[in-house]
Antibody, heavy 120, light 107 residues
């Protein structure tokens, strides 16, 4: 079964840091683009970042997180990461990792999400 | 940056009726358009990609059409499990972008 499982969410103060993880199974992790997508309470999904497959994945970021968030992957562990620094209240959301389809960036598999709350 | 606009915000439909949802892109996305369904407390689920191709396991009552800037998701005969929020997403350009959603509710 193809599966993505996020972890690492929690409560953090403004200006703090958090690292999210996404463990993949059931498919050849290294071959696919994987994204982080977040969803604030009562809002639609917002794409955050993506990393291409292979050993030296190229990265993309939404302007809202550029310079603060870093996406990375460890293909030997089939795990995706999101390092989040300088967190703001507006980063509060459910964070999902999602696998892209072959060669195209629709998202055909999603994890269940992990909750990030930025508050003092 | 491409902006995706969905209409209407809420659609009230009776079970068994047809529902038509719209999505408009601020510039052409060719056919690089996906639709998702989301129920409360769940992650989005892929319904349609390539504007008109149903994802694996998606019933035939869901159909997508359009290209360029204007797209439609049609649910031919609404079942109880179809009442949810629906999002479109363009993947023609970075950054990827979702619409704000259409909630399909029971009339």
């Amino acid at each position: 079964e193809v599966q993505l499982v996020e972890s690492g969410g929690g409560l953090v103060q403004p200006g703090g840091s958090l690292r999210l993880s996404c463990a993949a199974s059931g498919f050849t992790f290294s071959s696919y683009v994987i994204s982080w997508v977040r969803q604030a309470p009562g809002k639609g999904p917002e794409w955050v970042s993506a990393i291409s497959g292979g050993d030296f994945g190229s990265t993309q970021y939404a302007d809202s997180v550029k310079g603060r968030f870093t996406i990375s992957r460890d293909n030997s562990k089939s795990t995706l990461y999101l390092q989040m620094n300088s967190l703001r209240a507006e980063d509060t959301a459910e964070y999902y990792c999602a696998k892209s389809g072959s060669y195209q960036h629709y998202m055909d598999v999603w994890g269940k999400g992990t909750t990030v709350t930025v508050s003092s | 940056e491409i902006v995706m606009t969905q209409s209407p915000g809420t659609l009230s439909v009776s079970p068994g009726e047809r529902a038509t949802l719209s999505c408009r892109a601020s510039q052409s996305v060719n056919s690089n358009l996906a639709w998702y369904q989301q129920k409360p407390g769940q992650a989005p689920r892929l319904l349609i990609y390539g504007a008109s191709t149903r994802a694996t396991g998606i019933p035939a009552r869901f159909s997508g059409s359009g290209s360029g800037t204007d797209f439609t998701l049609t649910i031919s005969s609404l079942q109880s499990e179809d009442f949810a929020v629906y999002y479109c997403q363009q993947y023609n350009n970075w950054p990827l972008a979702f619409g704000q959603g259409t909630k399909v509710e029971i009339k």
